[in-house]
């Protein structure tokens, strides 16, 4: 996988948090579930991008409730945040390992090319379960599939 590879993965990641978020905003009536499967997403995010900085994430929560305004706050800063690392990144440099201490203190030391995997499955894992919840409460979900991304 190459650098262009992720730069392209993590506009797609981009895409899909804001598709989910601009659904979550029209909806009539919170759907307090959904919204906090999407705080999780991008809380996981933020903590992951500051342990692939060499940063302590311990005091990163990755479940927290956030409002649709600072869910669409911390997306933007996601998204530059994981382009200006990619942009930093020679070809050689995916293969570089991160020591980092999960939620529970264990440590850990992971590749940055299976960091970056693993955080862009995670998102499309609860972008699921979004979809999910919507349907059961009888709303609308958005398509969050690759594929689509690519088409527009």
């Known amino acids: 996988m190459t650098k262009e590879h992720f730069l392209r993965l993590y506009e797609y990641v981009n895409w899909a948090n804001r598709r989910v978020l601009d659904v979550l905003r029209r909806q009539v009536e919170d759907n307090e579930r959904a919204r906090k499967w999407l705080c999780h997403v991008l809380a996981a995010e933020q903590m992951w991008i500051t342990r692939l900085r060499g940063e302590d994430s311990s005091a990163v929560p990755v479940w927290t409730d956030r409002s649709l305004d600072e869910c669409a706050e911390l997306l933007a800063q996601n998204a530059s945040a994981y ?67 690519t088409r527009e």
């Open 83 to 149: 382009q200006q690392f990619l942009h930093g990144l020679s070809e050689a440099d995916f293969e570089q390992a991160v020591s980092y201490k999960n939620t529970k203190g264990v440590s850990f030391s992971t590749s940055i090319r299976d960091i970056l995997t693993h955080v862009a499955n995670h998102g499309t894992y609860h972008r699921g379960h979004i979809a999910t919840l919507m349907r059961a409460a009888g709303q609308e979900p958005i398509n969050t599939d690759f594929i689509t991304f």
